[in-house]
Nanobody, 118 residues
Framework: QVQLAESGGGSVQPGGSLTLSCTAS????????MGWFRQAPGKEREGIAA??????FITDSVKGRFTVSKDNEKNILTLQMNSLKREDSGMYYC?????????????WGQGTEVTVSS
């Protein structure tokens, strides 16, 4: 089964930046859809971004502030987060599914925490 390892979380002041990375290992398929999700305390998990070989998705609430990119050869997904707001705080999870993005997400990482606070 695919293993996902996130890194890059931390604490930052509003307006600051963080870069999250997710590395997939034990991959067995030629390509993977990889995505970022986040969950704030007391709120439901929401999808932030997803990338497969053909397309890139990023949710409206972070467009213009967050950029997602994927190294298809190394299966590394990166989320560059700029102009961070307090409401961006939460646990950020990486997920993956084989092939194109279909919304199944059978593989999840442990998460990395982002705190935006002054």
């Amino acid at each position: 089964q695919v293993q996902l390892a996130e890194s890059g979380g931390g604490s930052v002041q509003p307006g600051g930046s963080l870069t999250l990375s997710c590395t997939a290992s034990r991959t067995t398929y030629r390509s993977y859809c990889m995505g970022w999700f986040r969950q704030a305390p007391g709120k439901e998990r929401e999808g932030i971004a997803a990338v497969d070989e053909d397309s890139t998705f990023i949710t409206d609430s972070v467009k213009g502030r967050f950029t997602v990119s994927k190294d298809n050869e190394k299966n590394i997904l990166t989320l560059q987060m700029n102009s961070l707001k307090r409401e961006d705080s939460g646990m950020y999870y990486c997920a993956a599914e084989a092939g194109w993005c279909r919304g199944n997400w059978p593989n999840w990482g442990q998460g990395t925490e982002v705190t935006v606070s002054s």
